[in-house]
């Protein structure tokens, strides 16, 4: 069974500086990862998939990287919008099966 | 634009089952490639993916629940309903349905690009 990892659990941030999250698989998963950013008391919203493409309507400052077994999720420029929960996602075709990570809390100081 | 709704009941007994209905606009599952999936996460929790179906009518669940997880859609109402069986506390979550993003170049299903509200769901006696 693939399992997903995200450290750290939360990070806390100042206005105007870069966030570094990662997300780590216990087995190679090729560059299927997605990233969603949810925030409090809503669904959450696709960011970034196939590692680094960015979903319709993200703003270049999120930028994915990475491969095989280990992932990041960079956010530039921090607002105080980005005050969310960030979730990485694996996806495989077959079987088709999606399975995301615990989570890493972002807080702006 | 693209939008899902889930409606169902808000409390169920343990034991019994659960029917969620995804009622959606912006797209069909006639259409090739098109898939819904379901999601769900506990209080103050993590996402768990439970299950999908495909324009094709094949259906994939979690291995974890697949004997309890049904996934039917109706594309004259442009709806899927999930239905889980055996309702235990352990269940109680928000559940969510979401359009599938189709990466056509990769032929890979990447992620879901819109989430309806979520619907809360309590399982108690």
């Known amino acids: 069974e693939l399992v997903m990892t995200q450290s750290p659990a939360t990070l806390s941030v100042s206005p105007g500086e870069s966030a570094t999250l990662s997300c780590g698989a216990s087995?190679?998963?090729?560059?299927?990862l997605a990233w969603y950013q949810q925030k409090p008391g809503q669904s959450p919203r696709l960011l970034i998939y196939?590692?680094?493409t960015r979903a319709a309507g993200i703003p270049a400052r999120f930028s994915g990287s990475g491969s095989g077994t280990e992932f990041t999720l960079t956010i530039s420029s921090l607002q105080s919008e980005d005050s969310a929960v960030y979730y990485c996602?694996?996806?495989?075709?077959?079987?088709?099966?999606?399975?995301f990570g615990p989570g890493t809390k972002v807080d702006i100081k | 634009q693209i939008t899902l709704k889930e409606s169902g009941p808000t409390l169920v007994k343990p034991t019994q089952t659960l029917t969620l209905t995804c009622s959606f606009s912006?797209?069909?599952?006639?259409?090739?490639?098109?898939?819904v999936g379901w999601i769900r996460q506990p209080p103050g929790k993590a996402l768990e993916w439970l299950a999908l179906?495909?324009?094709?009518?094949?259906?994939r669940h979690t291995p974890s629940l697949n004997t309890r997880l049904t996934v039917t859609k109706d594309t004259s109402k442009n709806q899927v309903v999930l239905t889980m069986t055996n309702m235990d506390p352990v269940d109680t979550a928000t559940y969510y349905c979401?359009?599938?993003?189709?990466?056509?170049?990769?032929?890979?299903?990447?992620?879901?690009?819109?989430w309806g509200q979520g619907a809360l769901v309590v399982v108690s006696s």
């Open positions: 979401a359009h599938i993003l189709y990466d056509s170049w990769s032929g890979y299903y990447v992620g879901f690009d819109t």
């Open positions: 912006g797209f069909s599952l006639k259409n090739k490639n098109v898939a």
């Open positions: 179906i495909y324009w094709n009518d094949n259906t």
């Open positions: 087995q190679g998963i090729s560059s299927n």
């Open positions: 196939a590692t680094s």
């Open positions: 996602q694996q996806y495989s075709n077959w079987p088709p099966i999606f399975t």
